[in-house]
């Protein structure tokens, strides 16, 4: 094989990777002056990280501002529904889906989604989509649980009046899963553009 074919095959590989890449810029919430990196992914602009907007009720995991600086707040439900800037929202359950299709299958998509660092036991993540999906844990019960190691996202869409949709992803597996939970436990937040 010859040295252009050879440099043709890296640029085409490149430029592949290049498509998955697809970072749009960043938001700045004139709340509080937060800079959010955006990414194009599933048709929509989400947030490339999670909310860290101090909305009242929110938490940082521990209670430690280092936690919120590196995953984000954590928020009810109820909170969760309000939280995300003018301009965008929390995303429904379809928002979520078509996320997930877009990448590839449910069963693959959190290996894609997943950020390159941050994870537990090297759990991480290819971030091929630039989603950058890092593990903030969640409180439950007033307990605050696994913070680098599992990764839960509110959905807009309730599951019945007390519950509803989450999505979430672990260390050691490359799947995005659904389940619906108590609207009281606290969990991430990706904020979708409108």
């Known amino acids: 094989m010859n040295k252009y074919i050879l440099i ?5 590989v490149l430029a592949g990777f290049g498509a998955y890449a697809q970072t749009v810029g960043t938001y700045s919430d004139s709340r509080d002056g937060k800079a959010y990196r955006t990414v194009k992914a599933g048709g929509k602009t989400w947030m490339a990280e999670n909310l860290n907007f101090a909305a009242e009720g929110s938490k940082c995991y521990e209670n430690k501002d280092a936690n919120c600086a590196k995953y984000g707040r954590l928020y009810s439900w109820e909170t969760a529904r309000k939280a995300c800037p003018a301009g965008f929202h929390l995303p429904s359950d379809d928002e979520w889906a078509a996320l997930e299709n877009s990448v590839g299958r449910r ?3 959190g290996a894609k989604l997943k950020s390159s660092s941050g994870w537990a036991n090297n759990g991480n993540g290819t971030d091929e989509y630039g989603f950058s999906a ?3 844990g969640y409180v439950s019960g007033g307990e605050f649980s696994h913070a680098g190691i599992y990764g839960y ?3 807009a869409t309730e599951y019945t009046a007390n519950y509803a949709w989450i999505r979430y992803m672990y260390y050691n597996y490359d799947d995005v899963y659904k389940r619906n939970s108590g609207k ?3 969990y991430s937040v990706r904020c979708v553009q409108n």
């Not at 043709?8 to 085409?12: C, E, H, L, R």
Request: hydrophobic share 65%.
């Open 184 to 186: 009281a436990g606290m």
């Open 134 to 136: 890092l593990p903030g």
């Open 8 to 12: 043709t095959i890296a640029a085409a």
């Open 107 to 109: 069963t693959m998509a």
């Open 153 to 155: 996202w509110w959905s």
